[in-house]
T-cell receptor, first 116, second 116 residues
């Protein structure tokens, strides 16, 4: 069965620190997508990245970077030089080909608190 | 601009009343929409898949008679919480599926329901 684990429930850092949010997933499919979403206090989910299972290249977007390793079934997210505006709950999610990629399974989320 | 809207954004009601939440796709027609529920400090849990022109598909443990879903058009799905009770208080989020190679989901801003 598909499952997404975010072992870190809450992380507190001081502004300008780097922080890595961990995500480990389980799936029997060889074809799947992984996602990261940000949920600020307003509640609206903000899409950050989508990665398919055949693309293990790491990605960098500004201060954000993602490390996808199939060997360890992990898709970790790093924020470099964190800012107060990064404070939010971050969710990792998985969709599989056997559901037509229609069902998103979310991890339990990691609450990131960035203090000035 | 926003791809998905939800109305209302928040609602407070008395126990025993029914509440209707609308989810509208603003950018494209969607045969498939999803309804999620998120309890405070918890993850998003898929409640049901809303299919235009047919009955919704409910996830295990979700009472279909309590959470009525109507997908009357290609741009509108409604979730009605019938005879609401305090334990139904939650954040309800819809998403709209754009069919394609990976069936991308676009999330609405959510509706916060408080049942007194």
């Amino acid at each position: 069965a598909q499952k997404v684990t975010q072992a870190q429930t809450e992380i507190s850092v001081v502004e300008k620190e780097d922080v890595t949010l961990d995500c480990v997933y389980e799936t029997r499919d060889t074809t799947y997508y992984l996602f990261w979403y940000k949920q600020p206090p307003s509640g609206e989910l903000v899409f950050l990245i989508r990665r398919n299972s055949f693309d293990e290249q790491n990605e960098i977007s500004g201060r954000y970077s993602w490390n996808f390793q199939k060997s360890t079934s992990s898709f970790n997210f790093t924020i470099t030089a964190s800012q107060v505006v990064d404070s939010a709950v971050y969710f990792c999610a998985l969709s599989e080909v056997n559901t037509g990629f229609q069902k998103l399974v979310f991890g339990t989320g990691t609450r990131l608190l960035v203090s000035p | 601009g926003a791809v998905v809207s939800q109305h209302p954004s928040w609602v407070i009601c008395k126990s025993g009343t029914s509440v209707k939440i609308e989810c509208r796709s603003l950018d494209f027609q969607a045969t498939t929409m999803f309804w999620y529920r998120q309890f405070p400090k918890q993850s998003l849990m898929l409640m049901a898949t809303s299919n235009e022109g047919s009955k919704a598909t409910y996830e295990q443990g979700v009472e279909k008679d309590k959470f009525l879903i109507n997908h009357a058009s290609l741009t509108l799905s409604t979730l009605t919480v019938t005879s609401a009770h305090p334990e139904d208080s939650s954040f309800y989020i819809c998403s709209v599926c754009r069919e394609g190679s990976y069936n991308e989901q676009f999330f609405g801003p959510g509706t916060r329901l408080t049942v007194l």
